[in-house]
């Protein structure tokens, strides 16, 4: 099982970014994929999962309205729009998979990317 997350990259504040997360070795159909973000001295925390198998999507209320989470189960990749983006979003950002369901929580998540930087700048 691997997961590769990409797009990352440096923006302006008000700016777009699309990220990538390609999986190799299951499906999405049968495991949930979560994105978390890590910034500078911070905690890691959950942004967005989507849920395949019953077309569920969350979001946590800092991206809700702003960023979108969807899957293309054919190339088994699952992206994470991001628009109108703040400084605040600056972070690391992961996505993972679970066998348990989407959950704001980390320990419930087996397989973890690489994670990509997003940078926005004011």
């Known amino acids: 099982v691997q997961l590769q997350a990409s797009g990352g990259g440096l923006v302006q504040a008000g700016g777009s970014l699309r990220l990538s997360c390609a999986a190799s070795?299951?499906?999405?159909?049968?495991?949930?994929i979560g994105w978390f973000r890590q910034a500078p001295g911070k905690e890691r925390e959950g942004v967005s999962c989507?849920?395949?198998?019953?077309?569920?999507?969350y979001y946590a209320n800092s991206v809700k309205g702003r960023f979108t989470i969807s899957s293309d189960n054919a190339k088994n990749t699952v992206y994470l729009q991001m628009n109108s983006l703040k400084p605040e979003d600056t972070a690391v950002y992961y996505c993972a998979s679970s066998r348990w369901g989407c959950s704001w929580s980390e320990a419930l998540y087996d397989y973890w990317g690489q994670g990509t930087q997003v940078t926005v700048s004011s």
């Open positions: 989507i849920s395949s198998s019953n077309s569920r999507t």
């Open positions: 070795g299951f499906s999405f159909d049968d495991y949930p």
